[in-house]
């Protein structure tokens, strides 16, 4: 047969690509040595190996019959009453009802895009905004609708006009996405004048808002302190805020354990919705993260990986400032892996991918964060992975795929 395309479903056929697999595709199929800036991987040496073999080891010692049994799709009990405690550090107070595992974020994304999104609803996002959402979301037929952000987060008269404009024309508009804290792509935080505002706005307007955590405890002391980093769900009074988190940049991406928390009648519905991708799901990657945080693994991460990440920026700010001076310029990171860079005047981020590549380096380019079709003049380079070796000779590569015209 050559072709399958009869066989396919309409949403079979259009299902959106992550940019990120498609990187990944790349570098796999790319000999020799290549610097990757793409990726947001955590290090691996900032993994707790010691510890994580220790738990292992106990679970896998054959005493424990449930520890290769068949779980519950809402997530391992004992491992959602310490996600409690998680959230509690965070100034959020949730019971058990309210809070749900999933496999990594991106399937709390894949659920908020099933449960709560139809086709044809237009969707608030920010420009830019994180790769991963805008391919689930993409998945569930919506109009993904940019709103511009400014250095402390998303514009809030652009948001109510866009929002009204879209409700005008007739579009259904319940969601608002969000990455609050070392926002993917562009490394900022909203501003906790902001965060206080949206929830208003939310209220007054009508609009559920999905809060996606994954880096609020990785800010950097020089420039963010930990009271920044407040979720919006915090003082979320009106249950507004769908709050998406993971262990993925703490303890190890994996483990695939992340969770979701969240008015109980949403949760109920995103569970039974999970029920028929896993219907029960994974436990022993439940219980090595249970056991890590009731050890004190999950706490004594923090400080270390705070400290590597932010030495890895500086490591990365000063190569870029040795090598480009002002010609490139970019937002300071207060947290997080990623540094959103503006390329100077007649640069395009995909021809320059391509000379870069050739080069050994490579980025993600920044028009796959931007659904208003913007973003060809930024590029993001993510520190979190490179040894600050590799940072540098990476840069170097970067200022070299960029002459001759960097030079004039
Ligand atoms: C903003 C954002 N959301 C979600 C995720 C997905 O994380 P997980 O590994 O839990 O699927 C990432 C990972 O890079 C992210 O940057």
């Given at each position: 047969?050559?072709?399958?395309?009869?066989?396919?479903?309409?949403?079979?056929?259009?299902?959106?690509?992550?940019?990120?697999?498609?990187?990944?595709?790349?570098?796999a199929?790319?000999?020799?040595?290549?610097?990757?800036?793409?990726?947001?991987y955590?290090?691996?040496?900032?993994?707790?190996?010691?510890?994580?073999?220790?738990?292992a080891?106990?679970?896998?010692?054959g005493?424990?019959?449930?520890?290769?049994?068949?779980?519950?799709?809402?997530?391992?009990?004992?491992?959602?009453?310490?996600?409690?405690?998680?959230?509690?550090?965070?100034?959020?107070?949730?019971?058990?009802?309210?809070?749900?595992?999933?496999?990594?974020?991106?399937?709390?994304?894949?659920?908020?895009?099933?449960?709560?999104?139809?086709?044809?609803?237009?969707?608030?996002?920010?420009?830019?905004?994180?790769?991963?959402?805008?391919?689930?979301?993409?998945?569930?037929?919506?109009?993904?609708?940019?709103?511009?952000?400014?250095?402390?987060?998303?514009?809030?008269?652009?948001?109510?006009?866009?929002l009204?404009?879209?409700?005008?024309?007739?579009?259904?508009?319940?969601?608002?996405?969000?990455?609050?804290?070392f926002?993917?792509?562009?490394?900022?935080?909203?501003?906790?004048?902001?965060?206080?505002?949206?929830?208003?706005?939310?209220?007054?307007?009508?609009?559920?808002i999905?809060?996606?955590?994954?880096?609020?405890d990785?800010?950097?002391?020089?420039?963010?302190?930990?009271?920044?980093?407040?979720?919006?769900?915090?003082?979320?009074?009106?249950?507004?805020?769908?709050?998406?988190?993971?262990?993925?940049?703490t303890?190890?991406?994996?483990?695939?354990v992340?969770?979701v928390a969240?008015?109980?009648?949403?949760?109920?519905?995103?569970?039974?919705?999970?029920?028929?991708?896993?219907?029960?799901?994974?436990?022993?990657?439940?219980?090595?993260?249970h056991?890590?945080?009731?050890?004190g693994?999950l706490?004594?991460?923090?400080?270390?990986?705070?400290?590597?990440?932010?030495?890895?920026?500086?490591?990365?700010?000063?190569?870029?400032?040795?090598?480009?001076?002002?010609?490139?310029?970019?937002?300071?990171?207060?947290?997080?892996?990623?540094?959103?860079?503006?390329?100077p005047?007649?640069?395009?981020?995909?021809?320059?991918?391509?000379?870069?590549?050739?080069?050994?380096?490579?980025?993600?380019?920044?028009?796959?964060?931007?659904?208003?079709?913007?973003?060809?003049?930024?590029?993001?380079?993510?520190?979190?992975?490179?040894?600050?070796?590799?940072?540098?000779?990476?840069?170097?590569?970067?200022?070299?795929?960029?002459?001759?015209?960097?030079?004039?």
């Amino acid at each position: 047969m050559n072709s399958y395309d009869q066989f396919l479903s309409p949403l079979g056929r259009n299902l959106h690509e992550s940019v990120l697999r498609k990187m990944g595709q790349v570098i796999a199929s790319r000999r020799g040595d290549l610097i990757s800036f793409a990726a947001g991987y955590p290090d691996p040496t900032g993994f707790p190996w010691d510890e994580f073999r220790e738990i292992a080891n106990e679970l896998l010692s054959g005493k424990d019959g449930s520890v290769l049994q068949y779980g519950p799709t809402r997530g391992y009990r004992p491992l959602l009453e310490s996600i409690l405690g998680v959230l509690e550090g965070r100034g959020i107070r949730a019971d058990l009802p309210q809070v749900m595992t999933t496999s990594g974020s991106q399937q709390g994304l894949d659920l908020v895009a099933r449960v709560l999104i139809a086709p044809g609803d237009a969707v608030l996002v920010e420009v830019p905004t994180y790769t991963g959402a805008i391919a689930a979301f993409r998945n569930a037929q919506c109009q993904l609708v940019g709103v511009r952000q400014d250095h402390d987060g998303i514009n809030l008269e652009a948001l109510d006009e866009t929002l009204m404009r879209e409700r005008a024309a007739g579009k259904r508009v319940n969601l608002l996405y969000l990455v609050p804290n070392f926002q993917n792509p562009a490394g900022i935080m909203l501003s906790l004048q902001k965060r206080a505002r949206l929830l208003e706005w939310a209220e007054r307007r009508n609009v559920l808002i999905v809060e996606d955590d994954p880096y609020g405890d990785l800010f950097f002391d020089d420039v963010a302190r930990v009271s920044d980093t407040r979720p919006l769900k915090a003082d979320d009074r009106d249950g507004r805020v769908i709050y998406l988190s993971t262990f993925s940049k703490t303890l190890a991406p994996g483990f695939r354990v992340a969770w979701v928390a969240g008015p109980a009648p949403i949760v109920e519905r995103f569970d039974t919705a999970k029920q028929s991708m896993d219907l029960m799901c994974g436990i022993l990657d439940q219980r090595v993260v249970h056991q890590s945080i009731v050890r004190g693994v999950l706490a004594r991460q923090a400080d270390p990986l705070r400290k590597l990440y932010r030495m890895r920026r500086d490591v990365m700010e000063q190569a870029l400032r040795a090598q480009f001076g002002d010609r490139l310029t970019w937002n300071p990171p207060r947290g997080g892996f990623f540094l959103w860079a503006k390329l100077p005047d007649g640069f395009d981020c995909e021809a320059l991918l391509a000379k870069a590549m050739e080069h050994g380096v490579i980025f993600v380019i920044g028009s796959a964060f931007c659904v208003d079709g913007s973003g060809h003049d930024r590029i993001r380079l993510s520190f979190s992975w490179p040894t600050p070796e590799r940072i540098r000779d990476g840069v170097q590569r970067l200022a070299s795929a960029m002459q001759p015209e960097l030079a004039r």
